[in-house]
């Protein structure tokens, strides 16, 4: 194989990361350069990603994002019931004689105290 020179220069933080590299692999930094060179012509000249799978991945998490939307969503309303079963038993355990309104009040206000505990607020 025959060989051509080439020079060229490197900014310093490229240079320092090449020569760690090297001296991690038990390399010379010429052979290192050569090797990253060589590598980043084969990477570019043969991408192992084309556009199609970016499209698929790209699907993928929109759909991923959709399912957890509806998840968190989901939770909400778990949360939310679990405050009224709260009020509504504390309520019957307390003697009952609260309305619907005023249980919807607590409720309201349990899941609010529920949310901020959770550092999220509404």
Do not use: F, W
Request: with cysteine; hydrophobic share 40%.
């Amino acid at each position: 194989m025959k060989t051509v020179q080439h020079s060229i220069r490197l900014p310093a933080a490229l240079d320092t990361a090449l020569r760690v590299l090297a001296d991690r692999q038990g390399k010379t930094v010429y052979a290192m350069l050569r090797r990253c060179v060589k590598t980043g012509i084969d990477g570019q000249a043969n991408p192992t990603v084309s556009s199609s799978d970016d499209r698929e991945l790209v699907a993928e998490v929109a759909s991923i994002s959709a399912r957890l939307a509806d998840v968190e969503r989901l939770l909400d309303r778990t949360l939310h019931t679990a405050c009224a079963a709260y009020c509504y038993a504390r309520s019957g355990a307390m003697g009952g004689d609260k309305t619907d309104e005023v249980i919807t009040a607590e409720t309201n206000r349990a899941y609010d105290r529920q949310r901020a505990a959770a550092g999220e607020r509404p």
